[in-house]
T-cell receptor
Framework: GQQVQQSPASLVLQEGENAELQCNFSTSLNSMQWFYQRPGGSLVSLFYNPSGTKQSGRLTSTTVIKERRSSLHISSSQTTDSGTYLCAMEPPSGSWQLIFGSGTQLTVMP | ETAVFQTPNYHVTQVGNEVSFNCKQTLGHDTMYWYKQDSKKLLKIMFSYNNKQLIVNETVPRRFSPQSSDKAHLNLRIKSVEPEDSAVYLC???????????FGEGSKLTVL
């Protein structure tokens, strides 16, 4: 089965609403990262979050390593937040690759 | 601000041709990667390379090969493309100290 499960797969919001995106991991992990991908664009690293809570502007990432989950909270969404949000996990020591989830497609309507 | 540069960003070619994508990073990172993103947005690692070791995902077909001249460059060569190679190929780099990944803009390959 998939090691990284993201939910929801897609989300439509009205501008100003908040969003909560989830990542669950089926195996133990060293750390995880959140990425944002603009439509047709490159991936941008939002957070490198081994554990705890990190905030950057309207974005907040909370990772609980022991519970194998992470969330990304977007407050007061804007149309420019539209795009794909991907989370990725770093498996325990000895593994070399990041494992990505399938992403959450976010659309923020004006 | 882009610090991982990929060229070309788009390439259309026919089955059986050879294709190369170039990647350069200016972040001083010691590790570079190539990822493949399919039409469903799933990202899968293809190669990881630092100045000491090349690691290959065993599921990657042999027609794919990475080429590196120094730690700031990692190119991707596809010897004889197949239709299933149509995808976006993303180059990335990281420092082994932090692990945080930085991606290039991507190179979209269409195989006719």
């Amino acid at each position: 089965g998939q090691q990284v499960q993201q939910s929801p797969a897609s989300l439509v919001l009205q501008e100003g609403e908040n969003a909560e995106l989830q990542c669950n991991f089926s195996t133990s992990l060293n750390s995880m990262q959140w990425f944002y991908q603009r439509p047709g664009g490159s991936l941008v690293s939002l957070f490198y979050n081994p554990s705890g809570t990190k905030q950057s502007g309207r974005l907040t990432s909370t990772t609980v390593i022991k519970e194998r989950r992470s969330s990304l909270h977007i407050s007061s969404s804007q149309t420019t937040d539209s795009g794909t949000y991907l989370c990725a996990m770093e498996p325990p020591s000895g593994s070399w690759q990041l494992i990505f989830g399938s992403g959450t497609q976010l659309t923020v309507m004006p | 601000e882009t610090a991982v540069f990929q060229t070309p960003n788009y390439h259309v070619t026919q089955v059986g041709n050879e294709v190369s994508f170039n990647c350069k990073q200016t972040l001083g990172h010691d590790t570079m990667y190539w990822y493949k993103q399919d039409s469903k947005k799933l990202l899968k690692i293809m190669f990881s390379y630092n100045n000491k070791q090349l690691i290959v995902n065993e599921t990657v077909p042999r027609r794919f090969s990475p080429q590196s001249s120094d730690k700031a460059h990692l190119n991707l060569r596809i010897k004889s493309v197949e239709p299933e190679d149509s995808a976006v190929y993303l180059c990335a780099s990281s420092s082994s100290n932090t692990g945080q990944l930085y991606f290039g803009e991507g190179s979209k390959l269409t195989v006719l």
